[in-house]
């Protein structure tokens, strides 16, 4: 299974978008940071891991309007195009009790300011987008009774 191969192919380096939306949208600092410094060295750009995560709050949004329309956790996330993995089913689920809508359009409003700021001041845009998703990290962290 997937799991097996993990164990035998091991941490390649690489890291993934999702990954970083995760860390950031789960309130988890530590592995953030160790994705961020990934995707650094990979040379990935701030845009798209900006829009990742903007992808990322897109589908928690749509998730919790279907909760809120009468469906239950699992019938949202399966319903999501595509369905939730699912080895992130369970921080998906989380991050669903941990979010809400208008947290969620703050977080969004952050991501599309952040990205204006990268094309628009001259700053450096991995600065500008690390410190937005440890922001997210830090929203995450006091969303409906996170630590």
Known sequence: ????????????????????????????????????????????????????????LQRLAEALAAVAGGGTAEQAMAALKPAVFYRLRSPFRAQMDRWDAPRLGDALMLLA??????KRTGAPQELLCQRTL????????????GV
């Open 134 to 145: 440890f922001r997210l990290a830090q929203f995450a962290r006091r969303a409906r009774g």
């Open 1 to 56: 299974d997937v799991d097996d191969v993990l164990a035998v192919v091991g941490d390649t380096g690489a890291v993934s978008l999702d990954t970083i939306a995760y860390a950031a949208c789960g309130g988890d600092f530590s592995m953030l940071d160790r994705a961020l410094a990934t995707a650094s060295d990979e040379g990935l750009s701030s845009i798209p891991l900006l829009r990742a995560v903007a992808r990322h």
């Open 113 to 118: 300011e952040t990205e204006l700021e990268c």
